[in-house]
């Protein structure tokens, strides 16, 4: 959190410029101009036999400006810059962490989550539904569809429990594998990314519409964060599609959905419709079906679904470029741009010495990722050809005369004796 905020201050004020000398200096000069001016305005009786409205307004105008300084001198006092840069145990260290916690103590700190938007595509859909079409052709005309989606469908939440249980994920530096899901979560997978977290969301939703009305804390807790998780990465997906390893096809998935819910769903309930939908547009494949099972939810596969839609937010977050991070920090804190940090820390992602990709698969009755075609939009079938190679080169071996032991360098630096492999020859 601290260090976001300092990345903030960094790139969006004047934080760099009020913390060196300079800045002090005009700072000061400036607080002193102020007062001195006031006091000369005081001390002078004619201005005051002026119009009464005049200096009321000024007398207004210089507590204002007096006011904003003594708050931006506030602000630079309470900066983790300042305790960052100000010598251990000076007046002006003191100062800033004394006034950051009694700031904390009387419960005005920011907050410490992080914001999640939250966005449940069959929730908008049905409410689409139901909109007057008159209405609906109207926002369509002026092109404000997504600005009305944003307005009135998408919530912000903060839940600082979900980020210390992706950062105990990041901190294990052990993949998924011990996910007792069966061959269904391994094909979902396996499609374009945009559609497996369409499937994913569809079924996740499906999934927790058949929890019972009395639960425990326990599955009560789970069963809201696979929610908020879910529905956050569905509001990345359709808010910022920048910032998700997905192609212009995500947009449409949206359309699409909406389009059948107007049409198919007549006045069925939220758990009718997406069975509905996922019978009739999702089950066409042998292992399409939902990873979740059919069965009520208990607290191991709502374990076992926190976890999927944790490691997929940090597979995102690790794809995501940084200057996008960068950018959303001036709409505030994120909880992607948490997690790609903690990632930054750990070494891992793109930017990183380990690289996170989406799933490793041994299974031979899964197609590979990228090998399935589309076919009438939520269909998939396997290319049947190979692919068409660029460039193809022979083996080395190939090429050299009968006898003739190929060898492996290792280069280094030119003071280094070359070291000798069995292999092949690579040269520099």
Known sequence: ?????????????????????????????????????FVLFMANRELHTQNGANVVITYTLFVGAMFMEAYSVSMVILSPWTRARSKRGSFLNWLSCCSASCLSNAGMQPAAGFSMGQFNLTDYSVSEKHMPRLFSKVVGMLGLENRWRNFWHIQNVEDKEISLYIEGLLCSEKGSNNLELRRELNYALSLPFEHALFRLHI?????????????????????????KLSEYIIYLMAVHPSMLPVS??????????????????????????LESYASERLYNETYSRSPFGPSPPSVSSLKAMREVWAWLLIYVAGKCPVELHARQLGNGLELLTSVWLLMVHRGLGDVGKREVNLFESRDPYVPKAGSLVSVNENSWIQRREGPLYAFEFPQEYELRPRGETPRLFRIGTASEQPQEYEGMLFSG
Do not use: F
Request: net charge neutral; aromatic share 6%.
């Open 1 to 37: 959190m601290v260090e976001l905020r300092m990345m903030y201050d960094l790139l969006y004020t004047k934080a760099m410029v009020l913390q060196s000398r300079t800045g002090r200096i005009l700072r000061c000069i400036a607080e002193i101009s102020m007062v001195v001016a």
């Open 203 to 227: 079924y996740t939703d499906m999934h927790l519409s058949r929890l019972g009305r009395h639960l425990g804390d326990e599955m009560e807790l789970l069963a809201s964060q696979c929610r």
């Open 248 to 273: 212009n096809a995500a947009q449409d998935l949206e359309h699409h959905y909406t389009v059948w819910v107007r049409d198919h769903s007549g006045t069925m309930r939220k758990p009718d419709v």
